[in-house]
C-alpha cells in the first residue's frame, strides 16, 4: 500500500502558464515533505521542502503548499518554463518512519512552448 | 565538484551472474542510501547506511547485499541476479539521516536477462 501517492502520471502546461502537481499521502505522522525533480538520465534533485509547522514554503517561482487535515501537499511552479519538463517525486518522513523518506511514484510535466 | 558517483551506467547481464555496482560520494556524507526505480512505484529504498560499518535494510533488500567499509563507497551486490531486479538503481548520500536534501548518483540502468 503507497503511503505517497502522486494520482496523476502526467501533465501537460502551456508555457509561462501555473503547473499544479499534487500528491496524497496516508501517514498522518509524516512531518516533513520534499519535492524531487528527475531530468533523463539523471539522478532526482532536491528541489523544496516543508515541514509540517508550516503550510507554505516558497522559493522563487516554486511554492509548496501544505494542507495537514486533507493530507494533501501541491507543487505550484509559476510561470512554467520548458526547462521545468521533468518527473516530479513526493516525498514524505517523519520521526515515526525512523527518518525513512518514502516517495511517490512521480509526475511527468512537459511544459508545452 | 560535490557529486555521488555511480558505475557502471548501463549494464545487462545474465541470471545467475554475480555483479557490483559502484558508488561514491566526495562530500564527507555520513547516510548513504540505495533504491530502485521502477515505473508506477516511484523510489523504493533498498539498502542504507548510517555510517562505516553501519548498514540496515530498506524496504526491497531481498537479493541484495551491501558493504559499508570506508565512508565514501557504498557498494551494491547482487550475488545472483534475476530478471525481477532488471531496474534503475540510483545511489543517494546525506549529511546525516535527517538531512533529507540527498544528493542522487546519476542512475544505473539494469537488465538481467
Known amino acids: 500500500d503507497q503511503q505517497v501517492k502522486q494520482n496523476s502520471p502526467s501533465l501537460s502546461v502551456q508555457e509561462g502558464r501555473i503547473s499544479i502537481l499534487n500528491c496524497d499521502y496516508t501517514?498522518?505522522?509524516?512531518?516533513?515533505f520534499l519535492w524531487y525533480k528527475k531530468y533523463p538520465a539523471e539522478g532526482p534533485t532536491f528541489l523544496i521542502s516543508?515541514?509540517?509547522?508550516?503550510d507554505k514554503n516558497e522559493d522563487g517561482r516554486f511554492t509548496v503548499f501544505l494542507n495537514k487535515s486533507a493530507k494533501h501537499l501541491s507543487l505550484h511552479i509559476v510561470p512554467s518554463q520548458p526547462g521545468d519538463s521533468a518527473v516530479y517525486f513526493c516525498a514524505a518522513t517523519g520521526v515515526t518512519s525512523y527518518d525513512k523518506v518514502i516517495f511517490g511514484p512521480g509526475t511527468s510535466l512537459s511544459v508545452i512552448p | 565538484e560535490a557529486q555521488v558517483t555511480q558505475n557502471p551506467r548501463y549494464l545487462i547481464t545474465v541470471t545467475g551472474k554475480k555483479l557490483t555496482v559502484t558508488c561514491s560520494q566526495n562530500?564527507?556524507?555520513?547516510?548513504m542510501s540505495w533504491y530502485r526505480q521502477d515505473p508506477g512505484l516511484g523510489l523504493r529504498q533498498i539498502y542504507y547506511s548510517m555510517n562505516v560499518e553501519a548498514t540496515d535494510k530498506g524496504d526491497v533488500p531481498e537479493g541484495y547485499k551491501v558493504s559499508r567499509k570506508e565512508k565514501r563507497n557504498f557498494p551494491l551486490i547482487l550475488e545472483s541476479p534475476s530478471p525481477n531486479q532488471t531496474s534503475l538503481y540510483f545511489c543517494a548520500s546525506s549529511l546525516s539521516r535527517q538531512s533529507y536534501g540527498y544528493t542522487f548518483g546519476s542512475g544505473t540502468r539494469l537488465t538481467v536477462v
Open positions: 562530500m564527507n556524507h555520513e547516510y
Open positions: 516543508i515541514s509540517s509547522i508550516k
Open positions: 501517514n498522518s505522522m509524516f512531518d516533513y
